[in-house]
């Protein structure tokens, strides 16, 4: 079994940079995908970012691109995501989520931390 947790979120300004960080335990987690999800308010859960288990495959949203960075860091277990030029659209709860095989939907992964609050004003 693989435990998730993020950290990191809070409040930031438009235009300015937040750095957004999941922990893994249980498992080697060069031997799983990670992702990263959001769910602004009144919406869907989305996809923001992904990464394949190595680290060498990453894809993007297009509503990010650009603009956010996922970076996979396998020798300490941990997912980062860095939200730069935020915007106020990107307020959200952030999500990271792991899963054996590599996707970009939700049903794809089974393993999911609490989330964590962004919130951008302007």
């Known amino acids: 079994q693989v435990q998730l947790q993020e950290s990191g979120g809070g409040m930031a300004q438009a235009g300015t940079t937040l750095k957004l960080s999941c922990a893994a335990s249980g498992v080697s987690f060069r031997q799983y995908a990670a992702a990263w999800f959001r769910q602004r308010p009144g919406k869907e859960r989305e996809f923001v970012a992904a990464s394949s288990g190595a680290g060498f495959l990453t894809e993007y949203a297009a509503s990010v691109r650009d603009r956010f960075t996922i970076f996979k860091d396998n020798a300490k277990m941990t997912l980062h995501l860095s939200l730069n030029m935020l915007k106020p659209e990107d307020t959200a709860v952030y999500y990271c989520?792991?899963?054996?095989?590599?996707?970009?939907?939700?049903?794809?992964?089974?393993?999911w931390g609490q989330g964590t609050q962004v919130a951008v004003s302007s």
């Open positions: 989520a792991a899963d054996p095989s590599y996707g970009k939907s939700a049903e794809a992964y089974h393993y």
